[in-house]
């Protein structure tokens, strides 16, 4: 894809306007770049076709720095709405795409994150069928925030729902914990490690689409675990369903180098963002080929059982220690990692 | 609706953790005001049925002052969206709801917001099933950016599209013109108007719901002139579809005060944004008939025809103004008045 030279190298108020410069940047950057019959109509919405269930979810990404080792805030903002869809047990379609730019921003840095949410969105699978842009002045925003609503269909063989989840229903992971948090943390200023830790943001409906086609209604449940990181996420589901869930520090899966700069920086890695990690919950009885199916795909090489749900300590999360103690996993308070996504 | 006392007087970076204290905050003021049964999940999306069309569009909405004369960014991200929709002639359902919140914004104003959002939502007959919260820094927002992404059934009877559009068609619109952006200039420092010129933000849905149960497929297009105002709209509609637009500078609806604040300024009020407006481009048969069901709704009091098509002057819009001679309506180019929705 080339995009001819557009006589103009920073983004300004004119191009949030609504007309001719509006149009001019739209026309030679996004409807190039995202051509498809929806979207292709410049309409101010787009048409679709559904029937059935489908699943909805939005999000505002405000991550900052917007270039990151592993990714950037573009890729990340389709991976971040694509698996949302997805832990709904849905096969995401669409996204809708708006961005909200600081004057300023240089287009040769838009146009690099466009890219990257072209490439992402093929990736997935899924077209971005409508948008808007939007451009606030120097210094009342910071460089680009996107948002991005995406749309699946059900699966047919989904039935997930935390009520399903029983006592003795195993957790699984998909992979490493924590490196996206660490990867920001590691590009902000100040703040480089001298390892690469690299962020793990990635889409991952391919997979839990596998999972569905192969056990259907026996996957109780999908959560990706990203603000709040994993310990928040599971102390919510505890709550929501009036049970423990039990685990064990040495299940779970940490790179080295994430583990060592979490301790470096007295930051606990249960409680460090993720944007391509996910849980998911099985009946105890399939877990093994769970795994075996997981282990096999590209986005599950270290796919692995963390735990267990029980009715021995309700709505707490109880972590079995390296050294065999054990601690109670309370939720995230206040902020660990601002704008991580 | 009576919030209870939160404990914290301003929005912090800790409120868009992910944690404990975002939590409270969609738990204390989020979920207890747009309770529904999508919404109650708390899940990371909602799961609704549609069979069929439906139509989709997403406007991320920067205006400032966020709360002017006739409404706030929060009503008017629920009527962007929401006209949005119903111009593609669809009734408006869901809407998600995505909020990126500047460190230190006042509780007490987001509640404002928050409960206009849930009056205009009522008003316009829209759930809010699924939503996000970020918070950025002092210095990289400013105070509240609010994006609204809006889904809706096709109506049954609707057919709309620009290549329906034949020499000759009529082009009405609903009421007074260039408001919203008036009422934004009169609230910004230092330009206040001795006449209280007020946003005309509303939603429309119902009055296009009446127009297409009424002529179906008769109506040819639904545009709502919002940034860029009518002039450029009418504009991109003739070079959409390669015809001209003849209008009459006398027949365009326009408050005094209103014309006085644009003169006052030098703004042309073709180019002002408007919020409530929307344009209807029909038959010349069914002329009256539509002007008559518009007028006697309560956003259509102001319905009169302000010209038609024609193949005299193809991709040019050309307005005979009030002393008989005639100029052409070039679309606007640059920033007339920046964040304005």
């Known amino acids: 894809m080339t995009i001819e030279n557009l006589g103009f190298e920073t ?18 950057i996004i409807f190039k770049t995202f051509s ?27 991550i900052t720095p917007i270039f990151f080792k592993g990714g950037n805030i573009g890729s990340l903002a389709v991976h971040g709405t694509v698996n949302d869809v997805a832990m709904c047990g ?12 600081e004057e300023g921003l240089k287009v040769s840095d838009f146009i690099k994150i466009v890219k990257d949410i072209k490439k992402a969105a093929d990736e ?15 210094g009342k925003g910071d460089q680009i925030f996107i948002n991005t609503t995406g749309f699946g269909e059900m699966h047919p063989k989904a039935n997930i729902s935390v009520d399903n989840i029983k006592e003795g229903d195993k957790i699984l992971v998909n992979g490493n914990i924590a490196q996206h948090g660490m990867a920001i943390m590691s590009d902000r200023e100040g703040l480089e490690f001298e390892s690469t830790i690299e962020s793990d943001s990635t889409n991952l409906n391919h997979l839990t689409k596998e999972l569905l086609d192969a056990f259907g209604a026996k996957i109780k449940m ?22 423990g869930v039990a685990i064990k520090e040495a299940d779970i899966p940490l790179q080295k180098q994430v583990a060592a700069a979490c301790e470096m920086l007295g930051l606990d890695p249960m409680y460090v963002a993720n944007e391509g990690v996910f849980i998911v919950v099985v009946d105890p009885s399939i877990e093994t080929e769970v795994l075996t199916l997981m282990q096999k795909h590209d986005k599950g090489e270290n796919a692995t059982c963390i735990g267990l749900f029980t009715q021995e300590h309700p709505n707490k999360v109880v972590m079995e220690s390296l050294i065999g103690g054990k601690r109670i ?13």
């Open 11 to 28: 983004i300004n108020l004119g191009h949030g306007s609504g007309g001719e410069l509006t149009r001019n940047l739209l026309d030679k």
């Open 36 to 62: 498809n019959p929806f979207l292709d109509k410049k309409d101010d919405g787009a048409i679709v076709n559904f029937n059935g269930e489908i699943a909805i979810s939005t999000d505002s990404f405000v």
């Open 222 to 243: 999908f959560r990706d675990p990203t603000r709040g990181g994993l310990g928040t996420v599971l102390h919510e589901i505890a709550n929501d369903i009036n049970k």
């Open 90 to 101: 849905a096969i995401p379609k669409y996204l809708s795409l708006a961005f909200i730019i």
């Open 329 to 341: 996993v309370s939720p995230l308070v206040g902020e660990q990692l601002p704008r991580i996504c």
């Open 124 to 138: 997935s699978g899924v077209l971005i069928i409508t948008g808007d842009t939007k451009v606030v002045e120097r």
